[in-house]
């Protein structure tokens, strides 16, 4: 049986549709109307004389045809992907751009506000930021590097520690007034923002046993920093997401300096190992190294002055 050539476009709309399993998402992702994936889509089905989907309400979810399509198409972007980076190293040109999903909460309280730093010393290098509390598969979806949150393993991917992820209960400075002077059981009085079982672990550090019903809780460490800043309660943050807030006087520590959680999923640098050694991720990987350094550093510093200050 000769089988018809089939325009590429009708593949990259099936392939879009795989993965997201929603023709909205996919039709997002090509910049596509949902009617023209949809149209692809029934176009590819047509030629082939068979479906590939089954349709579950907003779903579209592969049957074993589509599956085994699915893995002949992804060789063959791999294959394409392969083959432009070869064809770039072979014209002596280096990666220009990278490709980067991050945490919503990461890419707003700590990376966007440094983000014309980076631009400023490597101008050359476009960055494309994905800000998404999704899984990205990486190789796949065709990015270059990940900002991800975990113990460090990730299979088939390179990982290596950004920084470590502690937490610690801060507040408004309005808010963080009225607790000058109290004790530390007096925080479970208050209205607490945050995972209840974060805060039952915090305050088990602390020696204090409290049954703790927080007042909200939210999906989103940026929307709990938010919430924070908004006197709505004490939130239960993490250090480095915080610090902005913390340096320009925003949100203010409620609990003496060693009173911190470490939790066991830190922050990482994620990449696949075809992209170990490109220029592009070097520069942006310790770009990141020296900058989260300088958060601590300046973290740091204000504490020490804030020390001598209540020492006077």
């Known amino acids: ?50 479906t590939l989907f089954d349709r579950q309400g907003r779903r579209v979810v592969l049957n074993a045809a589509g599956r085994a399509l699915l893995q002949c198409v992804e060789r063959a972007y791999q294959e394409l992907d392969a083959g432009l980076r070869a064809a770039t190293a072979a014209h002596g040109l280096e990666q220009r751009s990278l490709r980067i999903t991050a945490l919503p909460s990461f890419c707003q309280r700590w990376l966007l506000p440094r983000l014309t730093r980076f631009q400023a010393s490597h101008p050359e290098i476009a960055l494309e930021i994905d800000a998404s509390q999704r899984l990205v598969d990486l190789e796949r979806e065709g990015f270059d590097l990940a900002l991800r949150q975990g113990s460090g393993v990730w299979p088939g991917l390179l990982s290596e520690p950004l920084f470590d992820s502690t937490l610690m209960p801060v507040a408004s400075p309005a808010l963080a007034h009225q607790l000058i002077g109290q004790p530390l059981e007096a925080l ?18 602390c020696g204090v046993k409290r049954q703790v019903t927080p007042v909200a809780t939210f999906n989103d460490a940026g929307l709990l920093l938010m919430a924070t800043e908004q006197s709505m309660g004490i939130g239960l943050t993490r250090e480095l997401l915080a610090a902005d807030a913390l340096l320009e006087g925003r949100l203010v520590r409620v609990a003496p300096r060693q009173a911190v959680l470490h939790e066991p999923h830190h922050y990482h640098v994620v990449y696949p190992p075809a992209m170990k050694g490109n220029p592009a991720l070097t520069a942006f990987v310790d770009w990141l190294h020296a900058q989260t350094a300088q958060s601590r550093a300046a973290l740091d510093s204000a504490r020490e002055g804030l020390s001598r200050l209540n020492a006077c």
């Open 1 to 50: 049986m000769r089988l018809p050539r089939l325009p590429l476009q009708y593949l990259a709309a099936f392939r879009a549709a795989a993965l997201t399993q929603n023709l909205r998402a996919a039709a997002e992702q090509l910049s596509l109307t949902h009617s023209a994936v949809s149209q692809q889509i029934r176009a590819l089905e047509a030629q082939l004389g068979f």
């Open 188 to 205: 479970a009085e208050q209205p607490l923002l945050g995972d209840a079982d974060q805060w039952s672990a915090w305050f088990a550090l």
